[in-house]
């Protein structure tokens, strides 16, 4: 059971909020590929969409984090925030295994829909969706479980940078949901915003852009 909010949490005008940026574009988006734990450097328009992305971050921010890939790191920094950015493993992206670097296109229909209709799909070397609800799960709990602190600051917000199947994973922890994955599109160098509502998460903002990506991304991807 959550802890619950202080009324002065409650009724403030300015909500506790975990943002979450997703990268800007990589080589690896820009070329299609399916792009999990391999490190891949922005392109000059991921770059100017993270530095773009500032502008969506309008409150005080107290604490950044990171997936330790450099497309997430280069993004953080980027964005210039201010604090110093702190690595969490538990926000990389998820593992492709023997899919890595594939094209979007050439991976096998037959693999599409068994990620589709199962969290628990593997690929050989690589993790499941389920695995990476649970670890993004522990991650949000971590930011939320004490009221004034982490994500709960008064003072400020925490600024996540990550991938774009951490960031599902966390929209579907705060509405209290799973797989989400397929039903959610979720644009390069994006803000997400978690918030906090008396006893509960709550999604205040999703896909929110500066700068609009210049190709579209195909549907079936799940992360990168």
């Not at 619950?4 to 949490?9: I, K, L, N, R, V």
């Not at 709990?141 to 960031?167: E, K, M």
Request: net charge negative; with cysteine.
């Amino acid at each position: 059971m959550w802890p619950p909010a202080s009324s002065a949490a409650v009724f403030s005008s300015r909500p506790d909020v975990l943002i979450l940026v997703r990268h800007g574009e990589s080589l690896a988006n820009a070329q299609g590929l399916l792009l999990g734990r391999t490190d891949a450097e922005l392109t000059d328009t991921g770059r100017v969409q993270a530095e773009s992305a500032r502008a969506l971050l309008y409150g005080p921010v107290t604490e950044v984090r990171s997936s330790p890939l450099r497309r997430a790191l280069d993004t953080a920094e980027l964005l210039a925030l201010g604090p110093p950015i702190a690595v969490d493993e538990r926000w990389v992206e998820v593992d492709y295994g023997e899919f890595e670097g594939q094209p979007l296109g050439g991976i096998p229909a037959e693999v599409w829909q068994r990620w589709q209709r199962d969290r628990d799909f593997r690929p050989e070397g690589g993790e499941t969706l389920a695995e990476v609800d649970r670890r993004i799960a522990g991650a949000c709990q971590d930011l939320f479980s004490v009221d004034g602190a982490g994500a709960r600051r008064p003072d400020g917000d925490v600024v996540v940078v990550s991938h774009v199947s951490p960031i599902k994973a966390a929209v579907a922890w705060a509405l209290g949901t799973v797989d989400l994955y397929w039903r959610l599109h979720l644009r390069t160098a994006s803000v997400t915003r978690i918030g906090w509502n008396r006893d509960a998460p709550i999604l205040h903002g999703f896909n929110e852009v500066a700068v609009a990506p210049r190709r579209h991304v195909a549907p079936g991807a799940a992360g990168a």
